[in-house]
């Protein structure tokens, strides 16, 4: 079956250095979704790419959107305490939608 | 302020017990989603609906069912819970035809099936 995976599962940095997550499909996505959710929270939308090797920057994060439409990767630059929470990529194929595993990110101040 | 609510926010359940998770929201938008969130599993779509008076089934949707009779509603039935359904549930709205774009969610409601 479908499948998005993340990795790494976490990530733990001290509060300065930067982090990437990256994000696999066992198939073709439409677009790609980036979400990110707090301890206790619900997910939030952070950005949505279309385009075939599309790359979108807000503020010190740089989403990426790979040539083949199956993967995708985040990066955040000089993570801060704020940054703390779990970043979920997600996407639709045919008429199901999918989200990945996620990766939850610490940071250490 | 416009958003989505969901209740109950918390509950515990019997095994066999019938339940049903609200949700409504007010941005009048044309898409709502249903997710279960299990650790190390992310976020799996049980069932959506693109517009009122229409469904889909999702990811898991076995033993759940849904309704969708006006914009705002869309409620989340489990006809009869077992354990295996312990998770927490999310709802989501999006606007645009297509529904699969950026999605709202709403603060979950946590299940527990014993």
């Known amino acids: 079956g479908q499948q998005v995976m993340q990795i790494p599962q976490y990530q733990h940095v001290q509060e300065g250095e930067d982090f990437t997550t990256y994000c696999n499909s066992s198939?073709?996505?439409?677009?790609i979704q980036w979400y990110k959710q707090r301890p206790g929270g619900h997910p939030v939308f952070l950005i949505q790419?279309?385009?075939?090797?599309e790359v979108k920057k807000q503020k010190r994060l740089t989403f990426q959107f790979g040539e083949a439409k199956k993967n995708s990767s985040l990066h955040i630059t000089a993570t801060q305490t704020t940054d703390v929470g779990t970043y979920f990529c997600?996407?639709?194929?045919?008429?199901?939608?999918?989200f990945g595993t996620g990766t939850s990110l610490t940071v250490i101040p | 302020i416009a958003g989505i609510t969901q209740a109950p926010t918390s509950q515990i359940l019997a095994a066999g017990r019938r339940m049903t998770l609200r949700c409504t929201q007010d941005?009048?938008?044309?898409?709502m989603y249903w997710y279960r969130q299990d650790l190390g599993l992310g976020l799996r779509l049980i069932h959506y609906?693109?517009?009122?008076?229409?469904?889909g089934k999702g990811e898991v949707p076995d033993g759940y069912s849904v309704s969708r009779a006006n914009t705002d509603d869309f409620p989340l039935t489990l006809a009869s819970a077992v354990p295996s359904q312990t998770s927490v549930y999310f709802c989501?709205?999006?606007?645009?035809?297509?529904?699969?774009?950026?999605?709202?969610f709403g603060p979950g409601t946590r299940l527990t099936v014993l």
């Open positions: 790419l279309v385009k075939s090797g």
């Open positions: 609906s693109n517009t009122a008076g229409t469904t």
């Open positions: 989501a709205s999006s606007s645009g035809a297509s529904g699969w774009n950026e999605q709202f």
């Open positions: 941005m009048r938008h044309n898409a």
């Open positions: 198939t073709t996505l439409s677009n």
């Open positions: 997600a996407g639709p194929t045919g008429n199901q939608f999918y």
